[in-house]
């Protein structure tokens, strides 16, 4: 059921209602109501201990509210670095950001290590390669759902930490 309400804006305001209408497609009132919306679900989300997260995957942000449950990094022999972080976002999900490094790797052919010194003493050929990093953000309803996804030992952290709320009131 829709009302008519009447909010007064500010007139040095206007120029950012008029953006706001923009960016939404909208009315003024549609881009009030989503500019409310926001602020409800991340202001509710701040009272249970939730942070805002904004993760960077695939070339694009990804936004929700959660808490870092945990990190975990490895390096490959050739230098690569994962970093895995699992999330306990605010609906109860949990979520998986999974990070790589660029991978690259400089020599010539594996276990040739005379032409690999010869190389790098600028007395022979030398090669390299690059892959480009790479990073993932999966949202599961179960921290059972991650086994397999992340290391073993993490795992076994993470699922220990997740049964902590979130925020903790104490009686003190």
């Known amino acids: 059921m829709a009302r008519d309400t009447t909010i007064e804006i500010a007139e040095e305001d206007l120029p950012l209602l008029a953006r706001a209408q923009d960016l939404t497609g909208g009315t003024p009132a549609t881009a009030i109501s989503e500019a409310l919306r926001r602020y409800v679900e991340a202001e509710e989300g701040r009272r249970q201990g ?16 959660g808490v870092l449950l945990g990190e975990w990094g490895r390096t490959s022999r050739s230098g690569r670095v994962e970093t895995f972080r699992v999330y306990r976002s605010g609906e109860g999900t949990f979520v998986l950001h999974v990070d790589r490094s660029p991978d690259w790797v400089s020599g010539s052919e594996p276990g040739d290590r005379a032409t690999t010194w010869l190389g790098h003493l600028g007395l ?5 390669s690059r892959v480009p990093g790479e990073a993932t953000v999966e949202a599961v309803g179960t921290i059972e759902e991650l086994r397999g996804k992340i290391p073993g030992e993490f795992h076994d952290r993470i699922a220990r930490i997740a049964e902590r709320p979130a925020l903790e009131d104490l009686d003190l």
Not at 50 to 65: M, P
Not at 124 to 128: C, Y
């Open 50 to 65: 939730y942070d805002e997260i904004v993760i960077q995957a695939a070339g694009d942000e990804r936004r929700f509210s």
């Open 124 to 128: 022979g050929e030398r090669s390299w």
